[in-house]
């Protein structure tokens, strides 16, 4: 397994554009979390899923913002209309019960880089 | 509402030398994670201390946790030039959902 994959690693949009990105967790991790990071910040927690389920979204995630993960596998993050403000790093990271009970972290991606010009 | 606070934010030192990054969080939690970020970069998990009293080492980085004082501490000795990055501690803020919560980061520079 080669970890938690996103796609694109950059990207550069106009305002007002939508943009989707995407996130492929380790095949056997059934939570998925999404995290913004701006410049000189700690992430900040956006959503998270359960399987398909989306158990829980931030006040982060305004009305612009939606997450998918249909079938439980790979999710995406869709921003629509976007805003300057939007400009930052958004991660994904993946676990499971059993990653907790042993005592590990999350495993993040390596994150897409979106500017908004 | 769950906060975590690092100190310093920013942090300069010669190589060789010792110095600690301390973390502090606002309310009980199970668990404490140490993230290493490189520029850039995503991040790396470095450790995870799960009950009062742990202590971790790997290589040149030791991470400690005192639930009672809300304190988890990073202590760096004889610090290398490869060290330099960010380092962000978080913390579960709640049970069930595993969501972290992080700190603002400590930007690190060892210098040669």
């Known amino acids: 397994d080669t970890g938690v994959s996103q796609d694109p690693r950059h990207k550069i949009t106009k305002r007002g554009q939508n943009v989707t990105f995407r996130c492929d967790p380790i095949?056997?991790?059934?939570?998925l979390y999404w995290y913004r990071q701006t410049l000189g910040q700690g992430p900040e927690f956006l959503t998270y899923?359960?399987?398909?389920?989306?158990?829980?979204k931030s006040r982060l995630l305004s009305d612009r913002f939606s997450a998918e993960r249909p079938k439980g596998s790979f999710s995406t993050l869709e921003i629509q209309r976007t805003e300057q403000g939007d400009s930052a790093m958004y991660l994904c990271?993946?676990?499971?019960?059993?990653?907790?009970?042993?005592?590990?972290?999350?495993?993040f991606g390596s994150g897409t880089r979106l500017t908004v010009v | 509402e769950l906060k975590v606070e690092q100190n310093p934010l920013f942090l300069s030192m010669q190589e060789g030398k010792n110095y600690t990054i301390y973390c502090n969080y606002s309310?009980?939690?199970?668990?404490l994670y140490w993230y290493r970020q490189d520029p850039g970069k995503s991040l790396e998990s470095l450790f995870v201390?799960?009950?009062?009293?742990a202590v971790k080492q790997e290589g040149r980085l030791m991470a400690s946790l005192d639930t009672k004082a809300r304190l988890s501490t990073l202590h760096i000795t004889a610090a290398v030039h490869d060290l330099s990055a960010t380092y962000f501690c978080?913390?579960?803020?709640?049970?069930?959902?595993?969501?972290?919560?992080f700190g603002t980061g400590t930007r690190l520079k060892v210098l040669a």
């Open positions: 309310t009980t939690s199970d668990r």
């Open positions: 201390l799960l009950s009062n009293g």
């Open positions: 095949s056997e991790h059934n939570r």
């Open positions: 899923f359960q399987n398909e389920a989306q158990l829980e």
């Open positions: 978080a913390v579960d803020a709640t049970s069930g959902t595993y969501k972290y919560i």
């Open positions: 990271a993946s676990s499971s019960p059993w990653v907790v009970q042993g005592g590990y972290g999350y495993t």
